[in-house]
């Protein structure tokens, strides 16, 4: 058997299943970051993700420096899923022999400008040759930190919390839809600010901060959309033992995700609820704290939230509910490294 028998998720479970914890180990395997109690003032936050050519990015269709700083912008999408504070990277990468050093400094022009940014210091990485493969792959590890009390996982949903969103969830798939498929006459100005979504998605580390000081008593629950909305929505789920019904016509869907899709005849709710790397916040609030949530965003200048369903009872699942009432289960068909259609999979 091969890693590609199972799903993404079922073989982090089987290859993690039992490792020790110890009591400094806040939040473990399961969440955007790891948190830890070291007993100074702050608690520390951990995450690291990677990006690899092939998979993740091309050099056809992003610069080094975007994909440098996507690179980083991932990572710090994970700190804001948690409602922290970035503090300092590693970078890890990983270097055919024939990649042009153009290639490398365009990289790290990205991640110097993305970590000035987010006032995140890089101090420390690796090196290695990807011996007989030729695919450059970034991988970061990322040292946030967070108050006492105020770190927001996505284990807190209750029946009858509001589900928001950050921004309009779709834009980036269909602009990675765009970039792979760049023959079809698109509408130039909708497609150009969605490829831009899609190279450098920006971390929403100001709404992240904002939520986490509203506290976990207000804002139940929080993750980054990084798969796609529903397999993300189900990792809320499953963490909290609550389900979801999402009100199809609360989606906040961009004019530019609609007109793109008009031209190609497809439907642009699928991107909304699959595509994946939108990097936007979805979180749960408390019944009643909707209008604080929505007041404070709106006086900090931050991103549009949008409401766009309520948290059920675990029996419930996942639900889709049309504008004529009609209600539906809501198949999660969000990214798998594995089961994903084009991504190995053995049998
Ligand atoms: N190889 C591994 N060993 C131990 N834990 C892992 C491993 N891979 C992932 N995890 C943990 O499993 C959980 C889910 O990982 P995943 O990479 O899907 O994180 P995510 O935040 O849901 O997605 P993304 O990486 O796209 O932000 C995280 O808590 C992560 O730390
Ligand atoms: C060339 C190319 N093909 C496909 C995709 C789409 N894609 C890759 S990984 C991912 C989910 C997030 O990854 P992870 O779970 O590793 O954080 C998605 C939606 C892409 N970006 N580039
Ligand atoms: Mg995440």
């Known amino acids: 058997m091969s890693a590609g028998t199972w799903s993404e998720f ?21 969440d955007d970051c790891a948190v830890l109690d070291t007993g100074g003032p702050r608690l520390l936050l951990l995450t690291c993700d990677s990006q690899v050519e092939g998979v993740h990015f091309t050099l056809h269709t992003s610069s080094p420096q975007e ?21 300092y990277a590693l970078i890890s990468l990983h270097i055919p022999r024939r990649c042009p050093l153009e290639v490398l400094e365009g990289l790290y022009t990205g991640l110097r400008q993305e970590a000035a940014a987010a006032q995140t210091l890089i ?42 969103v950050t921004g309009y969830p779709g834009d980036s798939a269909a602009g990675l839809h765009s970039l792979l498929y760049p023959d079809h006459p698109y509408p130039p100005t909708a497609c150009e600010r969605l490829r831009a979504v899609h190279r450098v998605p920006r971390p929403r580390l100001a709404e992240g901060r904002l939520l986490s000081q ?7 629950a929080l993750i ?20 979801a019904s999402i009100e199809v016509a609360r989606l906040p869907l961009s004019a530019e995700l609609q007109a793109l899709a008009a031209t190609l005849g ?28 929505q007041a404070r965003f709106a006086a900090a200048g931050a991103a549009p939230i949008t ?24 198949s999660v068909q969000s990214w798998d490294h594995f089961t994903t259609p084009g991504q190995a999979r053995s049998t």
């Open 67 to 87: 994909v440098g700083r996507k690179a980083l912008a991932i990572n710090l999408s994970d700190i804001a899923a948690m409602g922290g504070e970035p503090r």
């Open 123 to 164: 101090i420390g990485g690796n090196v290695s040759g990807t011996g007989a493969a030729e695919t450059l792959a970034i991988d970061i590890t990322l040292l946030g930190e967070s108050e006492r009390g105020r770190v927001l996982t996505r284990a807190g949903a209750r029946v009858g919390d509001t589900i928001f």
């Open 10 to 30: 079922e073989l982090i479970a089987r290859l993690t299943a039992g490792l020790p914890s110890r009591e400094e180990v806040v939040v473990g395997i399961g």
């Open 307 to 330: 409401p766009i369903g309520q948290i059920t009872e675990a029996a419930s699942g996942l639900r889709l509910r049309w504008p004529d009432g009609r209600e539906e289960p809501l």
């Open 214 to 220: 509203l506290g976990p008593q207000i804002v139940t």
């Open 266 to 293: 497809r439907d642009p709710l699928a991107w909304a609820l699959h595509g994946g790397e939108d990097y936007e916040l979805l979180f749960t609030v408390a019944p009643g704290y909707e209008e604080t949530v």
């Open 224 to 243: 980054d959309v990084s798969d796609g909305l529903s397999g993300d929505l189900g990792h809320i789920c499953e963490r909290s033992g609550v389900g």
